[in-house]
Nanobody
């Protein structure tokens, strides 16, 4: 059974940092692509960061470029999203998702973690 479990969300002041973690079980982490999405209240879910299974192809939403960074620890089967210089508009529920077939279709999702940035 595949499970993705996010953690690391919370309340932070504008300009602060958080690191989200996505711990995976039931799949071979080193061979899959991963993505991070977020959904703010009243808005559609948006894709903010993706990485291919080798980490050679990465996409960042323009509004997070230079502030967010994705990384993974294959030994721990965990993907990370480092978020710096946070802004109130980054407030949302953040989700990680696994792209098992590396075709940009996300097959498994975590439960989400709330990030709130105060001004």
């Amino acid at each position: 059974q595949v499970q993705l479990l996010e953690s690391g969300g919370g309340l932070v002041q504008a300009g602060g940092s958080l690191r989200l973690s996505c711990a995976a079980s039931g799949l071979t982490f080193s061979s899959i692509g991963m993505g991070w999405f977020r959904q703010a209240p009243g808005k559609e879910r948006e894709l903010i960061v993706t990485t291919s299974w080798r980490g050679t192809r990465r996409y960042y939403l323009d509004s997070v470029k230079g502030r967010f960074a994705i990384s993974r620890d294959t030994a721990k089967n965990t993907e990370y999203l480092q978020m710096n210089s946070l802004k109130p508009e980054d407030t949302a529920v953040y989700y990680c998702a696994a792209d098992v077939n590396n075709d940009s279709s996300y097959d498994y999702w975590g439960q989400g973690t709330q990030v709130t940035v105060s001004s």
